[in-house]
């Protein structure tokens, strides 16, 4: 059994800062690549920005300059700093992480998600 517990989401003004916050806990023996996405509504769910194990980061176009992820393998939790949030980064975000278990081979899970709002 494997949980990712986000945090984080909330309202915000145009310009403003939200850092996201997912922990992944259970039986798990590998964590590899972590990340997170986003889906507003009536669009399809996009790729924010991930990393690998060794810290290597990847961002979605539209936010490169103003997201910065992050990781602390000691930890298990994987961070979204967001900053000059504008209105188009509405969305409710979900994190995302390749796990393998003592019990399964790896696979994809996914966090409740988080709703984000940035609005004046």
């Known amino acids: 059994q494997v949980q990712l517990v986000e945090s984080g989401g909330g309202l915000v003004q145009p310009g403003g800062s939200l850092r996201l916050s997912c922990a992944a806990s259970?039986?798990?023996?590998?964590?590899?690549?972590m990340g997170w996405y986003r889906q507003a509504p009536g669009k399809q769910r996009e790729l924010v920005a991930g990393?690998?194990?060794?810290?290597?980061?990847n961002y979605a176009d539209s936010v490169k300059g103003r997201f910065t992820l992050s990781r602390d393998n000691a930890k298990n939790t994987v961070y979204l700093q967001m900053n000059s949030l504008k209105p188009e980064d509405t969305a409710v975000y979900y994190c995302?992480?390749?796990?393998?278990?003592?019990?399964?081979?790896?696979?994809?899970?996914w966090g409740q998600g988080t709703q984000v709002t940035v609005s004046s």
């Open positions: 995302n992480a390749d796990i393998r278990t003592y019990y399964h081979d790896m696979r994809a899970y």
């Open positions: 259970g039986s798990i023996s590998s964590i590899y690549a």
């Open positions: 990393i690998t194990s060794y810290g290597s980061t």
